[in-house]
């Protein structure tokens, strides 16, 4: 088995990221870290068997408790990052340094620049470096992976893309209410922190289809003060190929709910959303006849899945093609151009240049 340390705090690495690493049975939990002593014993309480877990944490300083210490330990191969955006970029490094494998919340950074940097340092690294895997989970989400099949299986040029996603934080939110959510150090607050996620399903289905965004333009705005600096933008996104899409993202509507991705091709098209999928396709008689379909699927967040495939990755030595910090920093630029161009009145963005 493979000893795993987990370093993390607040809901999500409590909910999401800890069973998912005590469900796969190659992985064995040895210990959590956190910057507070009070969140670290918190993570370590909720694990099913607490009382063999190590606790470590930098606040208050205690010898032998700090990450380094943790860090220190041969018996840990690989540590689960889960910390705040700004964090991330810097424990990240110390754990590659100290020789762990090293699976990191997304995004990979607060900023493509910070990206750039820290991909070109592990790069650097030559041959026999430990692997770094980025966790987006919508990439190992059942019924995103069964659109983008059905994309592929569809076939045909495409002919345009949509993303929408509409939703509202409310104060009471779990997520809302962490202090480095509601008053974030980073770009678009919300937009960044959800928003990659968004992008990295789009992403997904576009590939399916042999495209990716290579331009794009659109208008932000602050529809609910809370949700600084922005909650909301509107673009129009154009492929490589000169295929034109729309994407909208908003956190701030409260009376309009809801999330869909949809690609349009010569010969279909296919409409997901977290829990359905829907396409329509001609029946392939020759005929003009359509042929419409709908799966359903129980909702799962892609958590337990993205961990097992690092499990896997370990074991194989190599890392899955769909958590490299490579694929990460596509979602990330995605984004921060969607950003930036809100920000000059929708100048337009290239990807990649």
Avoid: C
């Amino acid at each position: 088995m493979v000893g795993v340390a987990l370093l993390g705090a607040g809901i999500f690495a409590r909910e999401e990221h800890l069973p998912a690493i005590e469900a796969n049975p190659t992985l064995n939990l040895k210990a959590v870290y956190s910057r507070s002593q009070r969140s670290a014993e918190a993570l370590a309480s909720a694990s099913r068997d607490a009382s063999s877990v190590a606790v470590y944490f930098d606040s208050p300083a205690v010898e032998g408790k700090s990450l380094d210490d943790l860090l220190k330990r041969d018996d840990i191969a690989a540590v689960d990052v889960a910390l705040p955006i700004l964090h991330q970029p810097g424990v990240v490094e110390k754990a590659l340094k100290a020789g762990k494998h090293v699976l990191s919340e997304k995004p990979v950074a607060g900023d493509v620049e910070d990206a750039k940097r820290l991909i070109a340092w592990y790069e650097g690294l030559g041959s026999g470096k430990p692997l770094w895997g980025v966790a987006e989970n919508w990439r190992y989400m059942e019924s995103l992976r069964y659109a983008a099949q059905r994309v592929e299986e569809i076939g045909g040029k495409l002919v345009t893309f949509s993303l929408q996603k509409h939703g509202f934080v409310r104060s009471d939110n779990k997520y809302f209410n962490t202090e480095w959510r509601k008053t974030p150090q980073y770009q678009g607050g919300f937009l960044l922190d959800g928003g990659v996620h968004f992008v990295a399903g789009l992403r997904l289905l576009l590939a399916a289809a042999g495209q990716e965004i290579k331009q794009l333009a659109g208008f932000s705005a602050l529809l609910d003060e809370r949700l600084i600096p922005v909650d909301t933008i509107h673009a129009v996104a154009v492929t490589q190929e000169g295929k034109s899409g729309t994407i909208g993202i908003s956190f701030g509507t409260e009376f309009k709910d809801g999330l869909e991705v949809e690609i349009v091709t010569t010969d279909g098209a296919v409409i997901w959303s977290p829990t359905e999928v829907k396409s329509v396709a001609r029946k392939g008689d020759g005929s003009d006849e359509k042929v419409e379909d709908k799966k359903e699927f129980p909702y799962s967040s892609g958590v337990t899945a993205e961990v097992g495939a690092f499990a896997k990755a370990i074991e194989a030595g190599k890392l899955d093609v769909l958590q490299t910090p490579a694929e990460a920093l596509k979602d990330l630029e995605i984004l921060q151009r969607l950003l930036e161009s809100g920000a000059a009145g929708a100048s337009v963005k290239t990807i990649g240049a």
